[in-house]
C-alpha cells in the first residue's frame, strides 16, 4: 500500500463544477504539499500546509491531522484547470529533504 | 527572477554514453533534489542535498551520481546510462526545515536508446 494516496486518480467536470481531489497519507507528517502539473510536463507549488486550511484565488485546500488526509477545492472550475494534481508529504520519520508522493489525480475540464 | 534551471531540456542518447544534468537555483536554497517521473509511478526521488557538499540517496540512486560543490548548483550524472533511465527528470530546491514551499525546475526528458 502507498503511504499516500489520492483519489480520484482521473476526474473529468464541466466548466463551473466544484472539485474535489482527496489525499490520504499513512505517515506522520510535518508538511503537506499541493502541486500543479500542467500538460507540458513543469510543476508548479500550488499550497504547503501543516493545518488548518488556505485559499488561493478559486482553490482551497483543507488538511486534517488527526484523519491524516487532505482535500483540494477548486471552484467555479475551468478548462485552464486542466492538469494533474499532485500530493506530497514531508514525513516526520525523516530528518531530511524527503518527499513523498501520491501518483496524481489527472483533471479535464470541458467548456 | 526566482527559478530553478534545468539543461538540458531534451536528451536522446545511446546506452553507456556519460552524460550531465545541469540544475541551479538562483535563491539561495540549502536543499535541492532530483526526482524521476514514470508514468503510474509518480515522482520518486533520486538523490538530496542538505547543503553544500552533503548528499544522500533518496528511493531510487541506483545509476546515478550527484555532486553540490556550490550551493546553487546540483548536476545529475549518469556514468553509463541505459534504456530504463528513459524519465522525466526534475530538479527542486527549498529553503532549510520541514514547512517551506519546494520550487521545481522544467524538468528534462531523456531518452536512452
Known amino acids: 500500500k502507498n503511504e499516500v494516496e489520492q483519489s480520484p486518480q482521473n476526474l473529468t467536470a464541466q466548466e463551473g463544477e466544484f472539485i474535489t481531489i482527496n489525499c490520504s497519507y499513512s505517515v506522520g507528517i510535518s508538511a503537506l504539499h499541493w502541486l500543479q502539473q500542467h500538460p507540458g510536463g513543469g510543476i508548479v507549488s500550488l499550497f504547503m500546509l501543516s493545518s488548518g486550511k488556505k485559499k488561493h484565488g478559486r482553490l482551497i485546500a483543507t488538511i486534517n491531522i488527526q484523519e491524516k488526509h487532505s482535500s483540494l477545492h477548486i471552484t467555479a472550475s475551468h478548462p485552464r484547470d486542466s492538469a494533474v494534481y499532485i500530493c506530497?508529504?514531508?514525513?516526520?520519520?525523516?530528518?531530511?529533504?524527503?518527499?513523498?508522493f501520491g501518483t496524481g489525480t489527472r483533471l479535464q475540464v470541458f467548456p | 527572477e526566482a527559478q530553478v534551471t534545468q539543461n538540458p531540456r531534451y536528451l536522446i542518447t545511446v546506452t553507456g554514453k556519460k552524460l550531465t544534468v545541469t540544475c541551479s537555483q538562483n535563491m539561495n536554497h540549502e536543499y535541492m533534489s532530483w526526482y524521476r517521473q514514470d508514468p503510474g509511478l509518480g515522482l520518486r526521488q533520486i538523490y538530496y542535498s542538505m547543503n553544500v557538499e552533503v548528499t544522500d540517496k533518496g528511493d531510487v540512486p541506483e545509476g546515478y551520481k550527484v555532486s553540490r560543490k556550490e550551493k546553487r548548483n546540483f548536476p545529475l550524472i549518469l556514468e553509463s546510462p541505459s534504456p530504463n533511465q528513459t524519465s522525466l527528470y526534475f530538479c527542486a530546491s527549498s529553503f532549510a526545515g520541514k514547512a517551506y514551499e519546494q520550487y521545481f525546475g522544467p524538468g528534462t526528458r531523456l531518452t536512452v536508446t
Open positions: 506530497a508529504v514531508r514525513s516526520l520519520a525523516f530528518n531530511t529533504d524527503k518527499l513523498i
